[in-house]
């Protein structure tokens, strides 16, 4: 052998590649690939998106405060509205309005992925340093993928909520592993949360036990007491960083007290179904788990356990409860992995960052990537009738805001989706009232000296309305309008065709 091919066959030179690294690559290679289209599924699932009640006030309220550059402290498509409004979610909505304005509803959509990207991230950065076994990190990824789907499923607020929940956990993970400076993030984080959405409080709560235990149980390695009180005072004076001020504090504590038996998310865990349940059973068999498995940080342990409670009383605080386990408690997996694993550093990320491009940039390509397809709502038809009448109409509280998109100014509203931001606990019970067909339903109807009413048609108040001198001016599938006057014939329509497209009919 001459010394040039001794020195091509030597294991170092990079012309030769022993057969072992080379088996290695191509394992390492195929489980990228693997990951890669695993990341690339979860994202277009979490991509698909249906219309919430409320997304064409979230929309139509956004833009109003864009054209106007000011805060309505009253409410102009509401009749019955009869307190100040404080809306709580105004950046939210400024920030849903302007991708709309800048790409219709493709724009909601990227917006959507976008943050959910960005939480997605925040969830992998806290791995970051710890020994795994892949399928183990990519099992906990997909359980928080799972845990987060009922709140980002359509395009509200919330989303930024569970986007902000996601940082602030984040950043406390980091402050426990001696990275104490991380504590100045905090107070501006919850300055903007508390203009994006109320779930501040629960912010606010995490703050609140994470600080108490540093606090009573101080340990050499944690942030100096002072700090600590620092950190607890400084977070919840920033969300006084708000239009709205104290107020907005004293709103949200009347508004979390107060029965919400119209919206579903707010109803106790039981309540949701089988896929809640599955939810909240898996990311609790993943925190005993690891609490079984390693001695956890009493404050990660009472957080979670907290959130586990609240979310059996109200269901949407699932997220909440889920980035909680998996980000301060899934680390602990990692602790006690083999020891052949390494640790999980940029090239998760990386696949993180290429599968949202790529998702990205399919969004505009794939053939339903305009619609945000409504499930719910009032038929075409009742909508094209409505647009041709003006007054005051008695509204469900999930068709207020569609019919506020739809039908203002000619139209006002009797109830929507905004609660006690604009309506009063009576107005809220008179609604529930009319919706039961109590015996004062009527009564109540005729207090509020509408013009039409428009209700579910199968609802038996109908048919008392009827009774009691309303005519029946519309009938469809899915809901009647009523009019006060007589009219000449009555509408009907057929059943509406599918599937609509959000913010059309």
Same mark, same amino acid.
């Given at each position: 052998?001459?010394?040039?091919? *001794?020195?091509?066959?030597?294991?170092?030179? $990079?012309?030769?590649?022993?057969?072992?690294?080379?088996?290695?690559?191509?394992?390492?290679?195929?489980?990228?690939t693997a990951r890669l289209g695993m990341l690339l599924g979860a994202?277009?699932? +979490?991509?698909?998106?249906?219309?919430?009640?409320?997304?064409?006030?979230?929309?139509?309220?956004?833009?109003?405060?864009?054209?106007?550059?000011?805060?309505?402290?009253?409410?102009?498509?509401?009749?019955?509205?009869?307190? /100040?409004?404080?809306?709580?979610?105004?950046?939210?909505?400024?920030?849903?309005?302007?991708?709309?304005?800048?790409?219709?509803?493709?724009?909601?959509? @990227?917006?959507?992925?976008?943050?959910?990207?960005?939480?997605?991230?925040?969830?992998?950065?806290?791995?970051?340093?710890?020994?795994?076994?892949?399928? $183990?990190?990519?099992?906990?990824?997909?359980?928080?993928?799972?845990?987060?789907?009922?709140?980002?499923?359509?395009?509200?607020?919330?989303?930024? *909520?569970?986007?902000?929940?996601?940082?602030?956990?984040? @950043?406390?993970?980091?402050?426990?592993?001696?990275?104490?400076?991380?504590?100045?993030?905090?107070?501006?984080?919850?300055?903007?949360?508390?203009?994006?959405?109320?779930?501040?409080?629960?912010?606010?709560?995490?703050?609140?036990?994470?600080?108490?235990?540093?606090?009573?149980?101080?340990?050499?390695?944690?942030?100096?007491? /002072?700090?600590?009180?620092?950190?607890?005072?400084?977070?919840?004076?920033?969300?006084?960083?708000?239009?709205?001020?104290?107020?907005?504090?004293?709103?949200?504590? !009347? %508004? +979390?007290?107060?029965?919400?038996?119209?919206?579903?998310?707010?109803? /106790?865990?039981?309540?949701?179904?089988?896929?809640?349940?599955?939810?909240?059973?898996? +990311? %609790?068999?993943?925190?005993?788990?690891?609490?079984?498995?390693?001695?956890?940080?009493?404050?990660?342990?009472?957080?979670?356990?907290?959130?586990?409670?609240?979310?059996? #009383?109200?269901?949407?605080?699932?997220?909440?409860?889920?980035?909680?386990? @998996?980000?301060?408690?899934?680390?602990?997996?990692?602790? %006690?992995?083999?020891?052949?694993? %390494?640790?999980?550093?940029?090239?998760?990320?990386?696949?993180?960052?290429? =599968?949202?491009?790529?998702?990205?940039?399919t969004v505009p390509l794939a053939q339903r990537s305009s619609c945000?397809?409504?499930?719910?709502? &009032?038929?075409?038809?009742?909508?094209?009738?409505?647009?041709?009448?003006?007054?005051?109409?008695?509204?469900?509280?999930?068709?207020?805001?569609?019919?506020?998109?739809?039908?203002?100014?000619?139209?006002?509203?009797?109830?929507?989706?905004?609660?006690?931001?604009?309506?009063?606990?009576?107005?809220?019970?008179?609604?529930?009232? @009319?919706?039961?067909?109590? &015996?004062?339903?009527? !009564?109540?109807?005729?207090?509020? #000296?509408?013009?039409?009413?428009?209700?579910?048609?199968?609802?038996? +108040?109908?048919?008392?309305?009827? =009774?009691?001198?309303?005519?029946?001016?519309?009938?469809?599938?899915?809901?009647?309008?009523?009019?006060?006057?007589?009219?000449?014939?009555?509408?009907?329509?057929?059943?509406?065709? =599918? /599937?609509?497209?959000?913010?059309?009919?």
């Amino acid at each position: 052998m001459t010394a040039t091919e *001794s020195r091509l066959a030597a294991p170092g030179h $990079v012309g030769v590649v022993p057969l072992e690294r080379q088996s290695s690559g191509t394992v390492r290679a195929a489980m990228l690939t693997a990951r890669l289209g695993m990341l690339l599924g979860a994202l277009s699932l +979490v991509a698909w998106t249906t219309a919430d009640p409320d997304l064409w006030g979230h929309v139509r309220f956004g833009l109003d405060i864009l054209r106007d550059h000011e805060l309505p402290a009253r409410d102009p498509y509401s009749f019955t509205s009869d307190r /100040p409004w404080v809306n709580h979610e105004w950046l939210a909505e400024v920030i849903i309005a302007a991708a709309y304005a800048l790409d219709g509803p493709r724009g909601l959509l @990227i917006l959507k992925l976008l943050v959910v990207c960005a939480t997605l991230a925040l969830v992998i950065l806290v791995f970051r340093h710890r020994r795994w076994d892949p399928a $183990v990190h990519d099992l906990l990824i997909a359980t928080a993928i799972f845990g987060i789907l009922g709140r980002i499923h359509s395009v509200r607020p919330q989303l930024f *909520s569970v986007l902000l929940a996601a940082a602030l956990l984040l @950043i406390l993970c980091l402050v426990d592993r001696g990275r104490r400076a991380l504590l100045v993030l905090v107070p501006p984080l919850m300055a903007l949360w508390a203009n994006l959405h109320g779930g501040f409080l629960v912010g606010l709560g995490i703050i609140g036990i994470w600080t108490a235990v540093r606090f009573v149980a101080h340990e050499p390695d944690a942030p100096a007491r /002072p700090h600590i009180v620092a950190l607890a005072v400084g977070s919840a004076a920033a969300t006084l960083a708000n239009p709205y001020g104290p107020q907005l504090w004293s709103f949200l504590w !009347d %508004t +979390v007290g107060l029965s919400r038996v119209e919206i579903a998310d707010w109803q /106790p865990l039981w309540a949701t179904g089988f896929f809640g349940i599955t939810q909240w059973g898996l +990311v %609790t068999a993943v925190a005993i788990l690891a609490m079984t498995r390693h001695r956890v940080d009493i404050a990660y342990a009472a957080i979670a356990a907290v959130l586990c409670l609240a979310t059996l #009383k109200i269901s949407r605080l699932d997220a909440f409860y889920t980035l909680a386990v @998996i980000m301060m408690l899934g680390p602990h997996f990692g602790r %006690t992995a083999a020891a052949g694993h %390494t640790a999980v550093r940029a090239p998760t990320l990386a696949l993180l960052a290429i =599968s949202g491009a790529v998702a990205l940039a399919t969004v505009p390509l794939a053939q339903r990537s305009s619609c945000i397809e409504i499930r719910v709502g &009032p038929e075409p038809e009742a909508t094209r009738f409505a647009q041709r009448q003006q007054g005051r109409m008695v509204t469900f509280f999930d068709w207020g805001q569609y019919g506020i998109w739809h039908l203002a100014p000619a139209i006002q509203v009797s109830m929507d989706g905004r609660r006690e931001t604009v309506y009063s606990d009576a107005v809220l019970r008179s609604h529930r009232r @009319i919706y039961a067909n109590t &015996p004062d339903a009527i !009564d109540l109807v005729e207090s509020m #000296k509408a013009d039409w009413i428009w209700l579910p048609h199968d609802w038996p +108040v109908v048919s008392r309305l009827q =009774s009691a001198g309303w005519h029946l001016a519309f009938r469809g599938p899915t809901s009647a309008i009523l009019s006060r006057q007589p009219v000449s014939a009555v509408e009907t329509a057929e059943t509406a065709a =599918s /599937p609509r497209c959000f913010p059309q009919y």
